[in-house]
Nanobody, 125 residues
Framework: QVQLVESGGGSVQPGGSLRLSCAAS????????MGWFRQAPGKEREGVAA???????SYAASVTGRFTIAKDNAKNTLYLQMNSLKPEDTNMYHC???????????????????WGQGTQVTVSS
């Protein structure tokens, strides 16, 4: 089991930026695929961005060109740089870690080794 703690959320105006962090313990993130997900109460979980153990990245169509996922293996930390934020990006953002699955870039919840408590992002004027 990997313990994950997110931070960096907050309230910003449309067009603003935020950088989310996900600090990992109990495992070395260089071995895992990791991703960012968002989920509003009563709605389905949405994969936002994922990074595989080899550094390859995948993004949801709604955030491509605006969000960038990265990980610092030395700090055992995952990041999500969010630019040009829109009101529809408002959500609770969670990070997750899993063993790499070539056919599932966002993994599967039943295979997550860790799931953070989330950090709230609010985009509003």
């Amino acid at each position: 089991q990997v313990q994950l703690v997110e931070s960096g959320g907050g309230s910003v105006q449309p067009g603003g930026s935020l950088r989310l962090s996900c600090a990992a313990s109990g495992g070395t993130i260089s071995r895992y695929a990791m991703g960012w997900f968002r989920q509003a109460p009563g709605k389905e979980r949405e994969g936002v961005a994922a990074i595989d153990s080899d550094g390859s990245t995948s993004y949801a169509a709604s955030v491509t060109g605006r969000f960038t996922i990265a990980k610092d293996n030395a700090k055992n930390t995952l990041y999500l740089q969010m630019n040009s934020l829109k009101p529809e990006d408002t959500n609770m953002y969670h990070c997750a870690a899993w063993d790499p699955i070539p056919t599932m870039v966002f993994g599967h919840p039943s295979l997550f080794l860790g799931w953070g408590q989330g950090t709230q992002v609010t985009v509003s004027s």
